[in-house]
């Protein structure tokens, strides 16, 4: 069965601090691991990584993908109250099938 | 542009009665989902099609069926509703060939008395 494992599950910081959230997985025919941010509604999309060791970035958000140790990361450096909300963790496999993780929730306090 | 439809937004239903999520998206993709998101908790997998004609189980199929109508539309049925299926439903899409990123629609917000 396709297991993906996200922590910590939940997370208090304060403005300007820097975060690192963790996903592991076990799926059979990896494809790509994504990142995605919900805020109240339907999840929007962050990254998708499918090579090892190859950093994505945008902003003050960044991930890298372990295909060997099989995790992922996602940093988000000087946080802000905007960046307060679940971060999921998403493993696609050549059959189509995406599995997510639990989330972990990010509060940011002023 | 409409992208993923789902309706109906809420819905409150009695134990053992029949309802049907409706989804559909414009964006041509092959691949559709439902979801159930509980509260705390990520979205788990009910079904899945990855090509029109094709629907396979998730992590939590029981109770549930699905039917691809055609390439635009995925339904989610609840035979007999029970207050375990409390949640939010999302539907999703996507196209394999490009990112491999879901889209979303709204969720609908189901309460089983």
């Known amino acids: 069965e396709d297991k993906v494992v996200q922590s910590p599950l939940s997370l208090v910081v304060h403005e300007g601090d820097t975060v690192t959230l963790n996903c592991s997985y076990e799926?059979?025919?990896?494809?790509?691991l994504l990142w995605y941010k919900q805020e109240k509604k339907a999840p929007t999309f962050l990254f998708m990584l499918?090579?090892?060791?190859i950093e994505k970035k945008s902003g003050r958000l960044s991930s890298i993908l372990d295909k060997k140790e099989l995790f992922s990361i996602l940093n988000i450096t000087a946080t802000q109250t905007g960046d307060s909300a679940v971060y999921l963790c998403?493993?696609?496999?050549?059959?189509?099938?995406?599995?997510f993780g639990d989330g972990t929730t990010l509060t940011v306090k002023p | 542009n409409a992208g993923v439809t789902q309706t109906p937004k809420f819905q409150v239903l009695k134990t053992g009665q029949s309802m049907t999520l409706q989804c559909a998206q414009d964006?041509?993709?092959?691949?559709m989902y439902w979801y159930r998101q509980d509260p705390g908790m990520g979205l788990r997998l009910i079904y899945y099609?990855?090509?029109?004609?094709?629907?396979d189980k998730g992590e939590v199929p029981n109770g549930y069926n699905v039917s691809r109508l055609n390439k635009r539309e995925f339904s989610l049925r609840l035979e007999s509703a029970a207050p375990s299926q409390t949640s939010v439903y999302f539907c999703?899409?996507?196209?394999?060939?490009?990112?491999?990123?879901?889209?979303f629609g709204e969720g609908s917000r189901l309460t089983v008395l």
């Open positions: 999703a899409s996507r196209d394999l060939q490009n990112t491999g990123e879901l889209f």
């Open positions: 799926v059979t025919n990896f494809r790509s």
């Open positions: 499918t090579s090892s060791g």
């Open positions: 998403a493993v696609n496999t050549n059959a189509g099938k995406s599995t």
């Open positions: 964006m041509n993709h092959n691949s």
């Open positions: 099609s990855a090509s029109e004609g094709t629907t």
